[in-house]
């Protein structure tokens, strides 16, 4: 196997068996209270209870969670993972995720968990889906089976980085539909696991597919998230 590069810096690690270099260890910020009650974006103010787009909109998903604050160094090693096939920088990725939500993923007990789908065509670009590798590793750990079709992407659609909130919502309308072969198979609670939460209109865009084929509870949980303010 060749050696692996870090998450952070991209240099190879040393000693080989670390996933990180031992001096960016801690580069990210690990979100922490305060944060929004519904989406978990790191909040300004004790007292604030909801971020401001959970204040202003109202989500399908009953509750989310997410790592660290998607600044410009997170941003950086996500693009890296996902557009220079750094797949190794999953198992770090998914080392974090754990050690920070393994409890609370536990004792919220999703029935599945369910990456965010790409579009097939991006698929096949990119040869993974990011999602897919988090959430495959956090089900290897918490035993809560990955259903990695469950979603699918039905149409391709813009990249988001550049729309408003209306845009981007309108933008994936319709993007998400039920795999058909799982129409018959509709669980009562499901966890989705994404890389990037900015707005939620993707995350959103997904409860609400299940939401309408009957999904009681809808989770998510991301690597990463912007901040509530
Ligand atoms: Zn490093
Ligand atoms: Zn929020």
Not at 13 to 20: A, D, F, I
Not at 185 to 198: A, G, P, S
Not at 211 to 221: A, T
Request: aromatic fraction near 10%.
């Amino acid at each position: 196997m060749y050696p692996s590069r870090c998450p952070v810096c991209g240099n190879i690690v040393t000693p080989r068996q670390q996933m990180v270099c031992m001096g960016c260890a801690n580069t990210f910020h690990v979100i922490k209270n305060p944060k929004c009650l519904k989406c978990g974006k790191p909040l300004e103010q004790e007292e604030q209870e909801y971020c401001f787009d959970c204040t202003r909109q109202t989500f399908h998903f009953n509750r989310g969670m997410a790592l660290w604050v998607y600044d410009e160094k997170v941003k950086k090693s996500i693009a890296n993972f996902k557009f220079h096939n750094r797949r190794e920088y999953s198992k770090y990725y998914v080392q974090e995720l754990l050690n920070y939500y393994r409890e609370e993923i536990i004792k919220t007990a999703p029935d599945i968990l369910v990456p965010v789908p790409l579009h097939k065509s991006k698929l096949k670009e990119r040869g993974f889906n990011q999602a897919y590798l988090l959430a495959q590793g956090i089900s290897k750990s918490v035993g809560i089976p990955v259903v990695e079709n469950y979603l699918i992407r039905s149409h391709k659609t813009k990249a988001q980085k550049r729309l408003d909130n209306r845009e981007r919502a309108n933008n994936l309308h319709g993007a998400f539909a039920l795999n058909s072969s799982y129409s018959e198979i509709i669980f009562n609670k499901i966890m989705l696991i994404d890389d990037i939460y900015t707005t939620g209109s993707t995350i959103d865009a997904c409860a609400e597919v299940l939401l309408q084929v009957g999904v009681k509870e809808i989770y998510f949980l991301s690597l990463s998230i912007g901040r509530g303010f």
